[in-house]
């Protein structure tokens, strides 16, 4: 059921060129990056203290469930 509602409300969603914000101005689309420009993007990200002290204890989650593989 929730699966079919996506769908449904997909069809409600406009396309960026069509969005209007309150003050009148129009949604901008910015240009595609490039794979280089977002794997240095990642490795920017990997380099904050915080996104590694996540990673730790999720790791060691997925590997105390039922059925994981090492």
Partial sequence: ???IFGIVSSFAV???H?????DG????????SSIPQELRG???RLKDWRILGVCSPT???SQS???HVM
Wanted: glycine share 4%; no cysteine.
């Fill in 1 to 3: 059921m929730i699966i």
């Fill in 14 to 16: 406009l396309a960026p």
């Fill in 18 to 22: 069509q969005v209007v914000r309150p």
């Fill in 25 to 32: 101005t129009i949604v901008r689309v910015d240009d595609q």
């Fill in 42 to 44: 990642l490795l920017e």
């Fill in 59 to 61: 790791l060691r989650v």
């Fill in 65 to 67: 469930l039922p059925g």
